[in-house]
């Protein structure tokens, strides 16, 4: 999230103008760590990471934001400790064949083998343990991707594109080590593709590898247009190159090849090609199954032309609350068959906390109150134009509106204080307390309480803070529901002070049994392993045919106990949803992205056999590196 300007701060000089992932805030925290592990020794690079700093502030607020961490003091660390280096410490990185050969494609300064850059990347595509034996490249365009791929051919040297990392993130550093990452090689970061063009006459843009969803959506939104919404920070082209682009909004705007018109690809052998180009072979085709996993793309996307969809000006959003999961998934596949909204999803109480609560503790304190005193477990979310919020309306007694979401937003702190109060309790002793307070006086009453204002909600930041977050909080799009959604930033709020592991995959609507069952697998798995865990969410797709499901388990990234059982987590919720059948895992969607749902989904799998499951897990040991690996 520092890599982009969700919070009109400006970006990170220092980033901006190298960068390299080390001049970046959430690079200099993976160099801060290798210096403090004596994994590297300073260089000539470090005193320019150091210096390019500015201590500006704004890394501090972008993060806090999300995380609550304050990552200037990362900065100022370094700028400490360089300004206590004797001359004699710091070493010269020689240069070498290769890496002259990587400047004459890209120009002098997006090349370098330096490790005091190499382990910024580390835990998103280079292995923690790993011996820094890389070549990180900045490439501009599709034809330098081209030449830096034959270039590494020609001296049979392996490759591996990095876009924002964020697919990588969660899982690479544990179960994925193997599968996702780089042993060795050149690093061929695409930050540097930035290409961005609205073409509002035919509802398309042309969107460079470099360029994220965030930046995407910002451009489309001046135009009075909308992507499909991935992750804010998350690079849209590695975004339809890993799982075609899984949103809430993909009932409505579609999924998979539905995302694009066109892409320009680089294969591994460095030829360049696109999807319209005459004569290439079906580029929708795919190896359906358990046995054809892939964890890295064979071609590396550098360009697409990817659809826009209109914005109405009457879209509004509206919760409904629900006691039972099945009561909440009803409600949720009526409205995807029938077309009913253009985002939709059933989010759990935990989801909805983290959300709307500005800090951890409040989103615990918010969530014990909608689960123990409101009986508040789930929500179904509609984004939607008047007429689509009316049929809402008419299906359910009560619904949480725009109006009662922006108290909550400006309110969560003085929301968590009520956890103990005489008014929650006479609340809970109601037959529904979600009837009681959602359709009775006490809605008014509870708003009142509230006392939601930018000035309560900026009293839990820091004090030096304060000011500014009192300026975010008073712009309209931050309590504004709609915008949130299509902007995907308070989900990053799901990181905060911690990681998560979110398996899943798509299932037939048509038998809410076996939805129930496959859910309540995953619950079961994460008891066993007593981990914190929780479903995500659940969306349908293609017209209400299927639904995806997202359910995460939650760890200390620093505990290698936990990552050892989120690695067993991953694998055994995969398998068991192999032999219970007409499911696709999240195994199934990494890097088939770009071909047809058709293809992907149809027809749905029925459960493997036993022998099968013993040609999985031999699968997995190939493909993730031995069972010690998880």
């Given at each position: 999230?520092?890599?982009i300007?969700?919070?009109?701060?400006?970006?990170?000089p220092?980033g901006k103008?190298?960068?390299?992932l080390?001049?970046?805030?959430?690079?200099?925290?993976?160099?801060?760590k290798?210096?403090?592990?004596?994994?590297?020794?300073p260089?000539?690079?470090?005193?320019?990471?150091?210096?390019?700093?500015?201590?500006?502030g704004?890394?501090?607020?972008?993060?806090n934001?999300?995380?609550q961490?304050?990552?200037?003091?990362v900065a100022r660390a370094?700028?400490?400790?360089v300004?206590?280096?004797?001359k004699?410490?710091?070493?010269?990185?020689?240069?070498d064949?290769?890496?002259?050969?990587l400047?004459e494609?890209?120009?002098?300064?997006?090349?370098?083998?330096?490790p005091?850059?190499?382990v910024s990347?580390?835990?998103?595509?280079i292995?923690?343990?790993?011996?820094?034996k890389?070549y990180i490249t900045?490439?501009?365009?599709?034809?330098?991707?081209?030449k830096?791929?034959?270039?590494?051919?020609?001296?049979?040297i392996?490759?591996?594109?990095?876009?924002?990392?964020?697919t990588c993130?969660?899982?690479?550093?544990?179960?994925?080590?193997?599968?996702?990452?780089?042993?060795?090689g050149?690093v061929?970061?695409?930050?540097?593709?930035?290409?961005?063009?609205?073409?509002?006459?035919?509802?398309?843009?042309?969107?460079?590898?470099?360029?994220t969803?965030?930046?995407?959506?910002n451009?489309?939104y001046?135009?009075k247009?909308?992507a499909?919404?991935?992750?804010?920070?998350?690079h849209?082209?590695?975004?339809i190159?890993?799982?075609?682009?899984i949103?809430?909004?993909?009932?409505n705007y579609?999924?998979?090849?539905d995302n694009?018109?066109?892409?320009?690809?680089v294969?591994?052998?460095?030829?360049?090609?696109k999807?319209?180009?005459?004569?290439?072979?079906?580029?929708?085709s795919?190896?359906?199954?358990?046995?054809?996993v892939?964890?890295?793309?064979?071609k590396?996307?550098?360009e697409?032309?990817?659809k826009l969809?209109?914005?109405?000006?009457?879209?509004?959003?509206?919760?409904v609350?629900?006691?039972?999961l099945?009561?909440a998934l009803?409600m949720?596949?009526k409205l995807?068959?029938?077309?009913v909204?253009?985002?939709?999803a059933v989010?759990?109480?935990?989801?909805?906390?983290?959300?709307l609560s500005?800090t951890?503790?409040?989103?615990?304190?918010?969530?014990?109150?909608?689960?123990?005193y409101?009986?508040?477990?789930?929500?179904?979310?509609v984004?939607g134009?008047?007429?689509?919020?009316?049929?809402?309306?008419?299906m359910t007694?009560?619904t949480?509106?725009?109006?009662?979401?922006?108290?909550?937003?400006?309110?969560?702190?003085?929301f968590?204080?009520?956890?103990?109060?005489?008014?929650?309790?006479?609340?809970?002793?109601?037959?529904?307390?979600?009837?009681?307070?959602?359709?009775?006086?006490?809605r008014k009453?509870?708003?009142?309480s509230?006392?939601?204002?930018?000035?309560?909600?900026?009293k839990?930041?820091?004090?030096?803070?304060?000011?500014?977050?009192?300026?975010?909080?008073?712009?309209?799009?931050?309590?504004?529901?709609?915008?949130?959604?299509?902007?995907?930033?308070?989900?990053?709020r799901m990181?905060?002070?911690r990681?998560?592991?979110?398996p899943?995959g798509?299932?037939?609507?048509?038998d809410m049994?076996?939805?129930?069952?496959?859910?309540?697998?995953?619950?079961?798995?994460?008891?066993?392993?007593?981990l914190?865990?929780?479903?995500?969410?659940?969306?349908?797709?293609?017209?209400?045919n299927?639904?995806?499901?997202e359910?995460?388990?939650?760890?200390?990234?620093?505990?290698?106990?936990?990552?050892?059982?989120?690695?067993?987590t991953?694998?055994?919720?995969?398998?068991?949803?192999?032999?219970?059948?007409?499911v696709?895992?999240l195994?199934?969607?990494?890097?088939?992205?770009?071909?047809?749902?058709?293809?992907?989904l149809?027809?749905l799998?029925?459960?493997?056999?036993?022998?099968?499951?013993?040609v999985f897990?031999?699968?997995?040991?190939?493909?993730?590196?031995?069972?010690?690996?998880w």
């Amino acid at each position: 999230m520092c890599r982009i300007d969700f919070l009109g701060t400006g970006l990170c000089p220092s980033g901006k103008k190298h960068g390299y992932l080390a001049y970046w805030p959430q690079g200099r925290m993976e160099l801060v760590k290798h210096l403090n592990e004596g994994r590297i020794k300073p260089t000539e690079k470090l005193l320019e990471i150091a210096n390019s700093c500015s201590l500006c502030g704004i890394c501090d607020k972008q993060c806090n934001f999300t995380t609550q961490l304050r990552p200037e003091k990362v900065a100022r660390a370094i700028k400490e400790y360089v300004n206590n280096l004797d001359k004699s410490e710091i070493q010269t990185v020689p240069e070498d064949d290769i890496l002259r050969g990587l400047r004459e494609i890209v120009g002098e300064e997006w090349a370098t083998n330096d490790p005091n850059i190499i382990v910024s990347y580390t835990m998103s595509i280079i292995p923690p343990d790993s011996e820094l034996k890389y070549y990180i490249t900045m490439p501009e365009n599709t034809e330098q991707v081209s030449k830096i791929i034959k270039f590494a051919n020609k001296h049979n040297i392996p490759f591996l594109a990095r876009s924002g990392g964020t697919t990588c993130s969660v899982t690479a550093s544990y179960v994925l080590v193997k599968a996702f990452s780089l042993d060795h090689g050149i690093v061929i970061d695409l930050l540097r593709l930035k290409k961005l063009e609205i073409h509002p006459e035919s509802s398309t843009a042309t969107v460079g590898a470099g360029i994220t969803t965030f930046e995407l959506q910002n451009a489309a939104y001046t135009h009075k247009l909308r992507a499909l919404a991935a992750e804010a920070g998350a690079h849209y082209c590695s975004n339809i190159a890993t799982t075609g682009i899984i949103s809430t909004w993909g009932n409505n705007y579609g999924g998979f090849a539905d995302n694009f018109v066109d892409v320009t690809q680089v294969d591994e052998k460095g030829i360049i090609t696109k999807h319209s180009d005459i004569g290439i072979l079906n580029p929708y085709s795919a190896e359906t199954g358990f046995a054809n996993v892939t964890m890295t793309p064979s071609k590396i996307i550098t360009e697409a032309i990817v659809k826009l969809h209109p914005i109405f000006d009457d879209e509004a959003a509206v919760f409904v609350p629900f006691t039972h999961l099945k009561d909440a998934l009803s409600m949720l596949l009526k409205l995807g068959k029938r077309d009913v909204g253009l985002s939709l999803a059933v989010l759990s109480a935990k989801y909805l906390a983290e959300f709307l609560s500005p800090t951890f503790q409040i989103s615990r304190d918010f969530e014990d109150i909608c689960k123990n005193y409101l009986k508040l477990n789930w929500v179904v979310s509609v984004i939607g134009t008047k007429d689509d919020i009316k049929i809402v309306e008419e299906m359910t007694e009560y619904t949480m509106d725009q109006s009662l979401l922006k108290s909550l937003i400006l309110g969560a702190p003085r929301f968590s204080t009520l956890k103990d109060s005489e008014f929650l309790r006479i609340l809970s002793e109601e037959d529904d307390p979600l009837k009681s307070l959602f359709a009775g006086p006490m809605r008014k009453h509870l708003e009142k309480s509230l006392d939601p204002s930018p000035e309560q909600v900026a009293k839990v930041y820091d004090p030096d803070l304060q000011d500014f977050f009192k300026k975010v909080y008073s712009k309209p799009e931050m309590t504004d529901v709609v915008w949130l959604h299509a902007f995907r930033i308070l989900p990053t709020r799901m990181l905060r002070q911690r990681m998560f592991s979110g398996p899943g995959g798509s299932i037939w609507s048509g038998d809410m049994d076996h939805i129930l069952k496959w859910i309540q697998m995953f619950a079961d798995v994460g008891d066993k392993y007593q981990l914190e865990h929780s479903l995500g969410f659940i969306t349908p797709l293609d017209h209400g045919n299927f639904v995806y499901m997202e359910y995460d388990y939650f760890f200390d990234h620093n505990d290698p106990e936990l990552g050892h059982k989120i690695s067993k987590t991953f694998i055994e919720t995969m398998e068991q949803s192999y032999v219970m059948g007409k499911v696709i895992t999240l195994l199934d969607y990494l890097f088939k992205g770009m071909y047809r749902k058709e293809h992907v989904l149809y027809p749905l799998p029925e459960g493997i056999s036993k022998d099968d499951q013993v040609v999985f897990r031999q699968l997995l040991e190939s493909v993730l590196g031995g069972e010690e690996t998880w």
